[in-house]
Structures are given as C-alpha cells and as structure tokens.
C-alpha cells in the first residue's frame, strides 16, 4: 500500500519536475484512509481521526516514515479493538519543537503491555523493520503510558525536511472515510 500511494503522490508532485521531495501529510492521510478502508468492515465501531501538519520531506525520509506508519497504524487496526469493541484509533503528525518532527499513532483499544514495543529482539518483524528504520532516521520510537497504546515516533527534521508549511493544517475525523466527504478532502480548522 505505502508503494501505491507514494507513486501516485511522486507523479502528481508540482509538475515542474521536483521529486526530491513530498507533503507527508497529504501523503500520510491517503496512506491511512486507504488501509482503514480496506481494513475496517464496520466503520461504525472504529472511528479515525487524522490530524497532520503539512510538512515537506525529502524521499530519503518520507519512505522509511511510510514504512513505519503503515505498520503502526496496521498494528492498531489489527489488534486494538478484538470482540467487537468500539473505538477510536487517531494519527499525528506534526514538529513538535524547531527541527524535531513527530508521528504518533493513538488508540483507545485494549492497549500493549508497557516495555513490549521498539525493541530490536521483538518476534515480530513488522516491528523489528520498524526499530531498523527508526534507526537509520536517528528517531526515537517510545510507548507512551495511558488508555489504549499510544506510539511516538520523533526524529530529527534536518537531514530531510525542506519546509515547514503553515499556511494549511490537515484535520479529519470520520468513522468512514470511504463515504465521508472528507475522504477525499481534509476539513479545514
């Protein structure tokens, strides 16, 4: 999936040739749309919430954050919300301070037992490849206590990072995407 929409967004991209460099949060947002979509037989019982600064990346780092966004978010659709439970699963994307960018993915699910996430031994290989990553970023990925499981990816924006955009902040909350009108659009605050 992150394949798919990366090409389309790299084809798309300005027109005058530059594809150095993407808005993650447009990418990031069709990234996540598509996989709830395909994933998510009752949108009614999980909702999804996006909220993503538009920031530039350059390719060398908006591939590896797809990568670990896909398998985060996949994470959550995955294993959050077993026997029916209702829910909400929310992604961030935004700098949190000058130079330090972050991506988080938020549940209010069954939550992960605390210490079990970001080891480089872990049995899973989604989550070995997503350590790996965090790695070759200079990231740090860290669970953060509270309902649900919460994981905060941070890495530095200046081996990658060609803006900052503030003129547009994306938003979205819907519990179906596919048949909401921001699914092709992000309202705007």
């Given at each position: ?111 992960l037992p ?11 290989l989604g ?63």
């Amino acid at each position: 999936m992150p394949a798919k929409v990366l090409k389309r967004r790299w084809r798309s991209n300005d027109g005058g040739g530059r594809h150095d460099r993407i808005d993650f949060s447009e990418f990031a947002c069709e990234l996540v749309q598509g996989l709830y979509s395909a994933t998510v037989s009752e949108p009614s019982r999980i909702s999804l919430e996006v909220d993503l600064e538009p920031v530039e990346l350059s390719m060398d780092q908006a591939v590896p954050c797809a990568l670990i966004l896909n398998e985060l978010f996949s994470n959550a659709l995955k294993h959050a919300f077993h026997d029916g439970r209702k829910g909400k699963i929310r992604v961030l994307f935004r700098e949190t301070e000058p130079g330090v960018l972050e991506l988080a993915i938020e549940d209010n699910g069954i939550g992960l037992p605390v210490g079990s996430f970001g080891d480089r031994d872990a049995k899973s290989l989604g989550l070995r490849i997503v350590s790996i990553l965090t790695g070759q970023l200079g990231g740090s990925l860290e669970q953060e206590a509270g309902p649900g499981t919460r994981i905060v990816f941070r890495f530095p924006a200046s081996c990658g990072v060609v803006s900052i955009m503030p003129e547009r902040r994306d938003t979205a909350e819907t519990e179906d995407p596919s048949k909401s009108a921001t699914a092709a659009g992000l309202k705007q605050p």
